[in-house]
């Protein structure tokens, strides 16, 4: 079963761009990558999905090479309330030929004032 | 609120109760799941509806036992738990049995096996 893991964990300051990276080799062809934010205590939120190359909406950008071995969640001018877990999540090709919808192993993110 | 209710929020019971964990979602979503998240650890599958069936038993204990009686209810029957099983347990919905659609949490239950 191929691991799709990040940074365990991540500090950063108020108003700085944040990057966290996942990587996931073993990503199914034709499966997205979504993006999800958790606070204690609650379940995850969905932040962002993308294919390839780049999206953005109005809370964050995912960057994604052309290989989708790995994907980048880029959270721009932080604050101390995106303090969180994120996750990624892909589809992931199994040997029995079926997908596994894997979580990330979570990075958790501290905002500092 | 998101769409998907879970209840109760917590939840103690000892290793010889029976009690059931409840999930109702009114997004019109046809697939619903089941997540054990423990302490520090990443999300974890435990169980798939789709329509009403269930496609995916990720080698959950018997003690453990899902319901799914419509696309909008969903339960997970509980005995003879073990202290291990302590956890925040999720349920998700999606339009499709398909992580591209995006999954909806609830809040989680807050199970506490004493």
């Known amino acids: 079963l191929a691991k799709t893991t990040q940074p365990i964990s991540m500090d950063s300051y108020e108003g700085q761009e944040v990057n966290i990276t996942c990587s996931h080799n073993n990503i199914a062809t034709n499966d997205y990558i979504t993006w999800y934010q958790q606070f204690p205590s609650q379940g995850p939120r969905f932040i962002i999905q993308?294919?390839?190359t780049k999206v953005t909406n109005e809370v964050a950008s995912l960057f994604i090479p052309a290989d989708r071995k790995s994907s980048t969640l880029s959270l721009p001018r932080v604050s101390l309330s995106d303090t969180a877990v994120y996750y990624c999540?892909?589809?992931?090709?199994?040997?029995?030929?079926?997908?596994?919808?894997?979580f990330g192993t979570g990075t958790r993110l501290k905002v500092l004032a | 609120e998101t769409g998907v209710t879970q209840t109760p929020r917590h939840l103690v019971m000892g290793m010889t109760n029976k009690k059931s964990l409840k999930c109702e979602q009114h997004?019109?979503?046809?697939?619903m799941y089941w997540y054990k998240q423990s302490a520090k650890k990443p999300l974890e599958l435990m169980f798939v509806?789709?329509?009403?069936?269930?496609?995916e038993n990720n080698s959950v204990p018997s003690r453990f036992s899902p319901e799914c009686p419509n696309s909008s209810h969903l339960f997970l029957h509980l005995h003879t738990l073990q202290p291990e099983d302590s956890a925040l347990y999720l349920c998700?919905?999606?339009?499709?049995?398909?992580?591209?659609?995006?999954?909806?949490f609830g809040s989680g239950t807050r199970l506490t096996v004493v």
């Open positions: 999540l892909v589809g992931d090709i199994q040997t029995s030929g079926t997908y596994k919808y894997i």
């Open positions: 509806y789709n329509f009403k069936e269930q496609t």
């Open positions: 998700a919905s999606s339009e499709l049995d398909r992580g591209n659609y995006g999954y909806t």
């Open positions: 993308g294919y390839k």
């Open positions: 997004l019109g979503h046809n697939a």
